[in-house]
């Protein structure tokens, strides 16, 4: 059962057009979430994160934005670039219960293509 | 330095043979996770360490062995693994406090068992 779902495996976006990607949750006990971006042969790369007591957070071109009652997140690139050609994976954690027990519970991931 | 190091890049090993993946970190952190990713799926969680001590175990088969010798330094110790246990293998570490924690991963180690 997937608690983090990418239901878009595959994204095409034009360079300098705006890229939204989004993620579903089941779990209401998550309350960190993350997005990590992958390049091929690589590990996931942290990009940004929200806290489940905001409901925006920016960095520069990126945006996350979190609906908790739609148990739904997105994340906006504007402008979008070609070097941000990569795979996006959400990802959340949940209430903490002592030490060593912290997670990340990871979404499918969706391929983003920013074509030139 | 916010770098995990992961060694070897890439493995290749019989069902037969014994193999370590080793990890290692120098930001202090005191949680570090082995994860294991197969091709167009997301990262799972295997194995979490919190201050040196296995915290999570996720119902791994024990040809798969972890070792946390200090603080800085995760191995995972391999033996007659099985063609399906081909995979991406991730160290990750963070800081250990546990709420709200971002993890640094590492390049990661592409297995392939023949």
């Known amino acids: 059962d997937q608690q983090v779902k990418q239901n878009s495996p595959s994204l095409s976006v034009q360079e300098g057009r705006i890229s939204i990607l989004n993620c579903d949750y089941t779990?209401?006990?998550?309350?960190?979430f993350l997005w990590y971006k992958k390049y091929p042969a690589e590990g996931p790369t942290f990009l940004i994160s929200i806290s489940s007591i905001k409901d925006k957070n920016e960095d520069g071109r990126f945006t996350v934005f979190l609906n908790k009652s739609a148990k739904h997140l997105s994340l906006h690139i504007v402008p979008s670039q070609p070097g941000d050609s990569a795979v996006y994976f959400c990802a959340a954690s949940g209430a903490y219960s002592g030490a060593g027990s912290y997670q990340l519970t990871f979404g499918k991931g969706t391929k983003l293509s920013v074509i030139p | 330095d916010t770098e995990v190091t992961q060694t070897p890049k890439h493995l290749v090993m019989g069902m037969t043979n014994k193999k370590s993946l080793k990890c290692e970190q120098h930001?202090?952190?005191?949680?570090m996770y082995w994860y294991k990713q197969k091709a167009k799926k997301p990262p799972e969680l295997m194995f979490v360490y919190s201050y040196e001590k296995l915290s999570i175990n996720e119902s791994v088969p024990s040809r798969f062995s972890p070792e946390c010798p200090n603080s800085s330094l995760l191995n995972l110790h391999l033996h007659a693994l099985q063609p399906e246990d081909s995979a991406l293998y991730l160290c990750?570490?963070?800081?250990?406090?546990?709420?709200?924690?971002?993890?640094?991963f590492g390049s990661g180690t592409q297995l392939s068992v023949l």
């Open positions: 930001m202090g952190h005191r949680a």
């Open positions: 779990n209401s006990m998550f309350d960190y």
């Open positions: 990750a570490s963070s800081q250990g406090r546990g709420v709200g924690e971002k993890l640094f």
